[in-house]
């Protein structure tokens, strides 16, 4: 019998159609649902969001993002409509699969759990995950569940680790798929694989670059996991670095370093 996962992802418009499309063409037999959260983070605005990022890339390169996304985010209202050669939107790939939808709020609520009980999980995939999951969620499909990370675990840990490889001069970063625990990207690693960062390499670049071995990684822990021949390397605490959400002064340190943003 395959095995049978759920993915809980967001809403994205630039990086995570592909991640998921590509996943789903290889391992659509082993997925029953998926719950797209909405892409803030609880506690979070789109008015706070908008200021932290005005502040970390500047005005220019702001408004670069800001008509990128806006001319995504059309584009995936437009596919809502008519057929497009490409996936702008999370929703429009899963819906393409035929994917099953789990509506979620919280996704650590007793209602939530208890869709995902009748399931009969083996597993639970986050991709990008908004929610942080407890410890009720992380111990109810029989495997656990499995996150992707686009750093080299134990470093590197937290948000946006394409911006701090750059800002911290790194010649390398790469991706990892670990198994979850209550504490951020920590627990025991599935795979995990590097790629160099070039010196013409900007964070877009980086994020497509980790995106798509993340993509790839992920088919291969599934595939692993059904067949009963995984096995996982320490995520060694004593090793990590965390970064959180970077600042103004971090921004303006990228750039001079001759680093962009796109």
């Known amino acids: 019998m395959p095995l049978r996962a759920v993915i809980i992802t967001q809403e994205d418009c630039l990086y995570l159609p592909q991640f998921l499309h590509h ?9 029953v649902g998926i719950t797209i959260l909405p892409a803030l983070m609880p506690k979070q605005t789109w008015t706070t969001t908008l200021r932290d990022h005005l502040a970390l890339y500047g005005p220019t ?37 035929g994917l ?48 992707v990370h686009g750093a080299l675990l134990p470093r590197y840990r937290g948000r946006l680790p394409s911006f701090w490889v750059l800002a911290n001069g790194e010649r390398e970063t790469g991706t990892t798929v670990h198994f979850m625990n209550e504490e951020l990207d920590d627990g025991p690693i599935l795979l995990q694989e590097k790629v160099a960062i070039e010196p013409d ?14 993509a790839t990684l992920m ?21 990590a670095t965390y970064f959180s959400f970077p600042t103004r002064e971090d921004g303006l340190r990228l750039r001079q370093q001759g680093r962009r943003f796109l």
Do not use: M, W
């Open 100 to 147: 099953a939808f789990i509506p979620a709020t919280s996704v650590n609520s007793k209602e939530y759990l208890e869709q995902l009980r009748r399931l009969g999980l083996d597993l639970v995939i986050s991709i990008n995950a908004s929610q942080k999951f407890k410890s009720d969620l992380l111990a109810l499909p029989r495997l656990g569940c499995i996150n």
């Open 61 to 97: 390169q702001f408004l670069r993002q800001s008509i990128r996304y806006a001319t995504r985010r059309g584009l995936g209202i437009l596919g809502s409509k008519v057929p497009l050669p490409a996936f702008y939107s999370v929703e429009a790939v899963a819906k393409h699969h």
């Open 201 to 214: 390499d900007t964070q877009d670049t980086i994020i497509r670059k980790t995106k798509a071995l993340g």
């Open 23 to 31: 996943v789903l063409r290889h391992r659509r037999d082993n997925v």
């Open 219 to 239: 088919v291969e822990a599934i595939d692993r996991l059904e067949q009963g021949s995984a096995s996982t390397l320490p995520n060694d605490r004593s090793q």
